[in-house]
């Protein structure tokens, strides 16, 4: 699952996606993902409901400065808002209800970075606009990542 020639495009495609900003990961895990990807120049902040997991984080190089809040993915809520907010491989099934999943969702797009619609950022006007789940980009990943079987990411417009 964590061979090098699968991270590297997933963490090539979601610093780009990061942009300037910051990435939450949702089930953060030992970081095969969140360590590279801060090794990229992106902040990366996780949530993860497993100690267990989180101290072998901890143990690696760069793991101890990796911001982690323990708490269920599908609820916890952490400071500040991200460009982008993910998650890999199949840990989406670890919510097995509807409610659980609809929730992570709602709870992935109350993080997510609000953008004005270009018009207006020209100006530098306007309301922010409401995040959306799924922009272009968002479907080019879930493209790519659904033929990298059983990943999923999402991000704000
Ligand atoms: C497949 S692993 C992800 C591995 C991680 N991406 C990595 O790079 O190590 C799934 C992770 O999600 C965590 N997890 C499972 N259900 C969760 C939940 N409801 N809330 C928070 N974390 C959860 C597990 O503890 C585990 O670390």
Redesign the pocket.
């Known amino acids: 699952m964590f061979d090098p020639a699968a991270v590297e495009p997933v963490v090539e495609l979601l610093a780009d996606l990061a942009e300037q900003g910051r990435a939450l990961?949702?089930?953060?895990?030992?970081?095969?993902?969140?360590l590279p990807l801060t090794g990229r120049g992106v902040p990366v902040v996780g949530?993860?409901?497993?100690e267990a997991?989180v101290a072998r984080l901890r143990a690696k190089p760069g793991g101890e400065a990796i911001d982690v809040t323990i708490?269920?993915?599908?609820t916890t809520r952490v400071e500040g808002e991200f460009s982008v907010v993910y998650l890999?491989?199949?840990?989406i099934f670890?919510?097995v209800t509807q409610e659980e999943q609809v929730a992570c969702f709602r709870n992935a797009a109350a993080h997510l970075r609000r953008r004005r619609p270009v018009r207006d950022r020209d100006r530098g006007t306007g309301p922010p606009e409401p995040p959306a789940l799924l922009s272009r980009a968002e479907l080019r990943l879930c493209s790519y990542l659904a033929r990298k079987q059983d990943q999923v990411s999402f991000r704000g417009m």
Do not use: C, P
């Open positions: 990961e949702f089930g953060i895990g030992t970081g095969w993902i969140a949530i993860d409901n497993s997991m708490g269920d993915f599908a890999v491989f199949n840990t670890n919510l």
